[in-house]
């Protein structure tokens, strides 16, 4: 167990849809990162978040937003839903932003039909 | 860009010898490499770091060499048993952008008996 929760663990919703997924890190880290892995793609970094703003920004679609709050909990957002949103999406948190380790949470798997 | 090359899709080795899995980057000079293990529907898990300038890393079975020369990592499990079955994936981080995590697309493992 990395200490880092993710939930849901299983969402299915349509195109066009909006969804929340929501993560707690690991107790005392303040960076949490998103990723999202799908088959063809391989693990692809979203965003990074650091004591409730926004630090690194990768691959996110502007259909896609996240946050942190000041207890450290982060959310991720995703609208209008298209199919190929369909892939597991992980939550990872570190002591630091730069240079650490992160510990991973047990992902949020999305099916968009 | 940056880039993280797994050369191996899957490796599939005997119960007892050693497995070694390779990491290659291109275009970056990462200021370490991580190894995660992966099982199928999980997160990612921490294994070893080593950094640029340390040119070799061990922990247990583990075995992590780091060439900057070849812009190569090497991830070697020793007396391997079908347990460490899963897929390996290589990240490496560069100091100046804040954490971030690029990831390669993983090598899947399969130790038989």
């Known amino acids: 167990d990395s200490g880092v929760t993710q939930t849901p663990k299983h969402l299915i919703t349509a195109t066009g849809q909006r969804v929340t997924l929501r993560c707690s890190p690991r107790?005392?880290?303040?960076?949490v990162y998103w990723y999202q892995q799908s088959l063809d793609q391989g693990l692809q970094f979203l965003i990074q978040?650091?004591?409730?703003?926004?630090?690194a920004k990768g691959n996110i679609l502007e259909r896609f937003s996240a946050q942190q709050f000041p207890d450290l909990h982060s959310e991720l957002n995703l609208s209008s839903l298209e199919l190929g949103d369909s892939a597991l999406y992980f939550c990872?948190?570190?002591?630091?932003?730069?240079?650490?380790?992160?510990?991973f949470g047990p992902g949020t798997r999305l099916t968009v039909l | 860009s940056q880039k993280i090359e797994q050369n191996s899709e899957a490796l599939n080795i005997q119960e007892g010898k050693t497995a070694t899995l390779t990491c290659n980057y291109t275009?970056?000079?990462?200021?370490?490499l991580q190894w995660y293990r992966q099982d199928p529907g999980r997160g990612p898990v921490f294994l070893l770091l080593?950094?640029?300038?340390?040119k070799e890393k061990r922990k247990e079975r583990l075995k992590v060499t780091f060439d900057t020369t070849l812009k190569q990592s090497l991830f070697h499990i020793t007396a391997s048993q079908p347990a460490d079955s899963a897929t390996y994936l290589c990240?490496?981080?560069?100091?100046?952008?804040?954490?971030?995590?690029?990831f390669g697309r993983g090598t899947q493992l399969t130790v038989w008996p």
């Open positions: 990240a490496a981080d560069r100091g100046s952008t804040l954490g971030r995590l690029y």
């Open positions: 990872a948190s570190s002591g630091g932003y730069q240079g650490d380790t992160q510990y």
């Open positions: 275009n970056y000079s990462p200021a370490y």
């Open positions: 978040y650091y004591n409730g703003e926004e630090r």
């Open positions: 080593i950094r640029e300038n340390e």
């Open positions: 107790s005392g880290d303040l960076s």
